[in-house]
């Protein structure tokens, strides 16, 4: 805008014409300088440590009752982060699952969250794992519950049957978060994924990735073990897009059919 009234004013008049190109040129490294002032470029060292201070903040509020631990869907406490969540919309919109699989349920908040995307969506339903038993959940006819253990062999017997008879499946897991435990769940519950969906292991930003450094091998270690054998996921990191996320390098996306499925 500013070039264009330089140009106006310089119209018709040869001289004006030359004496407007210094100031053009003055113009437009101004336009430059509010570009980098007003960070619409940032370096990416200094950006990285903008986002990470930025997530520490958020998710250590959690310990003064803020934040993920004060986040509800349609009132129902949801412990995750709402850029997250809206990366869940846009993927189910997009990859129209017909089960999604969720292993560790809380207070049902964020089951009921995916139900009400798949009621927007018009297709879809959620089976919903928790080892414990908990009041207040809610009811939902796109919802299921199932009680016990994400890895027990009961469980898993029952999850494949219904992922059976389902047509795409994606899975998210969010229970028990030691490495050991996300990467049975990963050996158990890939398989079920098919391709082009997703598999989520939420919370891959503990053991110091870069919250709660003092956790222990968590999701972020089992993702790491589980890729070096399991070509059949990519890490998607386009999910990533709006900076924070409790799941990096969690959003995996299954690019082929398992061996021998
Ligand atoms: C982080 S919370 C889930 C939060 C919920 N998805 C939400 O976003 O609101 C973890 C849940 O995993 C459950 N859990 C822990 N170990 C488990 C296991 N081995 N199998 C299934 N659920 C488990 C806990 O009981 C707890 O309710």
Known sequence: M???????RGEGRGRMRIASL??????????LRNLVRHR???DPKSERSIVEAFHRLYYDAHLFGKTWRDTSWMGIPCAKCPLDLWVYQEIIFETRPDLIVETGTFNGGSALYLASVCDMVGAGRVLTIDVEARRGRPSHRRIQYL???STSRDVIAEVREEARGAGRVMVLLDSDHSKDHVLEELRLYGPLVTPGNYLIVEDSNVNGHPVSPDFGPGPMEAIEQFLERNADFVVDESRQKFYLTFNPRGYLRKVKAERGS
Do not use: C
């Open 2 to 8: 500013l070039s264009s009234r330089i140009q106006h």
């Open 22 to 31: 210094p100031r053009r040129l003055a113009g437009e490294l101004k336009t």
């Open 40 to 42: 619409a470029y940032i």
């Open 147 to 149: 009680q016990g253990s």
